[in-house]
């Protein structure tokens, strides 16, 4: 059993917030594949289902950012799991917009969602990280996350999101290699290696110029057709 935790504020306030992008992953992963309605459970929002042959819980903490760890931790002891089980799914502002890297283990980097789980279960849990992009400086950072993604932002955001539903049962399977392919498949498209160029329009047709018809009759018939 897999455990899919997303991070994110609760409330309509912060629903389109970069900070909510874990939420909007897992909304997605649950629409995308059929899973239970949201129920609360764990101070937070919990969906059941399967992605491939893996049953995975997904849980989105309504206990705000600061205090995730505490939802995730009674949920992984409610269902007996490990951190090896627990994925998290959260903005990244070291990452480019667009961009999306999984690790396992490692520091916060002064993410307090990740700050708050790591002081309930420890570091060893995989993290799928969501790149928003960095404001430019540190004094900004608070009003930057907890701003709403601009419209400028809903495409790369719809491709991230679709490539990470996509790539959900690999992910659950622990290839993170072919994860992270579905994820590009949708972000980089391939570019078809038999588009053609768009042909030229075609010049108007000119006028041909009239040749001269060879004659190729014996002096007989000439003479013959003299008289007709």
């Known amino acids: 059993m897999q455990l899919f935790v997303g991070l994110g504020n609760p409330g309509a306030k ?14 997605r992963i649950a629409e995308d594949h059929g899973f239970a309605p ?10 059941e289902g399967r992605l491939g042959p893996e049953k995975v819980l997904l849980l989105k903490p309504e206990t705000f950012m600061n205090l995730s760890g ?8 409610f269902f007996k799991l490990t951190p090896d089980d627990v994925v998290v799914f959260h903005d990244e502002l070291d990452l480019a917009p ?36 960095h404001p430019g400086h540190k004094d900004r950072v608070s009003h930057y996350v907890l701003s709403d993604f601009a419209k400028a932002d809903q495409d790369w955001l719809d491709d991230v999101l679709r490539g990470v539903s996509d790539g959900s049962a690999d992910l659950a399977a622990g290839d993170n290699g072919r994860f992270m392919n579905a994820v590009a498949l949708q972000v980089n498209p391939p570019r078809s290696s038999t588009t053609k160029p768009e042909a030229k329009p075609a010049r108007p047709a000119e006028k041909a110029e009239e040749q001269p018809v060879k004659d190729d009759r014996s002096p007989l018939q000439k003479l013959m057709d003299k008289f007709k």
């Open 98 to 133: 667009g961009k999306v890297r999984v690790k396992r283990g490692g520091g916060h980097a002064g993410h307090n969602g990740l700050r708050s789980i790591h002081s309930h279960i420890g570091a060893d849990y995989a993290r799928v990280r969501l790149g928003i992009g």
């Open 14 to 27: 912060y629903a389109g917030n970069r900070h909510n992008i874990g939420f909007m992953a897992l909304d």
């Open 70 to 77: 505490q939802s995730v931790g009674e949920a992984m002891r």
């Open 38 to 47: 949201w129920r609360g459970k764990f101070q937070g929002s919990l969906s």
